[in-house]
């Protein structure tokens, strides 16, 4: 047609419709995590198949960590929370490949870190601020090995993901998690072993200790500033850091 190629729909299986249509009737009837699906044959009778593609539909859904399958007489499919944990390796996979740097990731945390610190404030309890300090305090020693700087690096990141978990926002707690797992995969380990990683820890140690004083008196927008500041200095250092890095492999002296 006019030279052009005419280019067929690609056919969507009818296991993956029917696992599209249970996720849309999931969210439709907010159902929520313990909750069961219709059995089999409920499944086969509403969606006009046989039994074989309602059980790949449902080993989908299992696989992807929305349903587990029970056995026995009270078995069948209940819905399940997908663990945080499976859902940032996943996107983490797609993104191995894209190979965002440590300023793209920094630049991110820019954006949304000073928020969760804002509405993290008042949700923080006695036992949450004591963690902080905790943390604050593992990372006041100079470290004395490697190992040592790496568990104190995943303290200071532990601080943010803390804060992350009470800011009682789904989506900005899953971004500030999963951006802080990035850097956990992509920074720490080819950065911490250069000499001004320690400046860069200092800084950090001070930008926690003030946003600590700022939680403890519940001073949301002292905590968006500080925040905002130590995200500023933070992609700083990660700019310098990814300068010399570049210097350190290429192996040329500054």
Aim: proline share 5%; hydrophobic share 40%; with cysteine.
């Amino acid at each position: 047609m006019n030279g052009q190629n005419l280019q067929i729909p690609k056919r969507v299986k009818r296991s993956d419709q029917i696992v599209d249509s249970v996720k849309r009737w999931v969210a439709l009837n907010r159902m929520q995590p313990g909750d069961r699906l219709p059995n089999e044959r409920e499944l086969m009778e509403q969606f006009q198949c046989s039994k074989g593609t309602v059980r790949e539909a449902l080993k989908s859904l299992e696989v992807q960590g929305l349903i587990s399958i029970r056995t026995g007489p009270n078995g069948g499919a209940v819905l399940e929370p997908v663990p945080y944990e499976k859902a940032s390796e996943l996107l983490r996979n797609f993104l191995h490949f894209e190979q965002p740097s440590g300023p793209e990731i920094y630049a991110l945390r820019t954006l949304v870190e000073p928020e969760i610190a804002a509405l993290a404030t008042p949700h923080l309890s006695e036992e949450d601020l004591a963690n902080l300090a905790s943390l604050i305090a593992h990372c006041k020693a100079d470290p004395e090995t490697f190992e040592e700087r790496i568990e104190q690096r995943i303290a200071e990141l532990d601080f943010h993901v803390l804060l992350a978990k009470r800011c009682g926002n789904a989506m900005l707690a899953f971004i500030g998690r999963f951006v802080n797992d990035m850097i956990r995969d992509l920074v720490i380990f080819k950065k911490s072993a250069l000499p001004e990683q320690r400046e860069f820890s200092c800084a950090n140690l001070a930008y926690h200790q003030e946003l600590l004083e700022a939680f403890r008196t519940k001073d949301a927008k002292a905590a968006r500033r500080l925040m905002h500041e130590h995200m500023i200095s933070a992609e700083h250092f990660n700019r310098e850091l990814e300068g010399q890095l570049n210097h350190y492999f290429l192996g040329i002296t500054p």
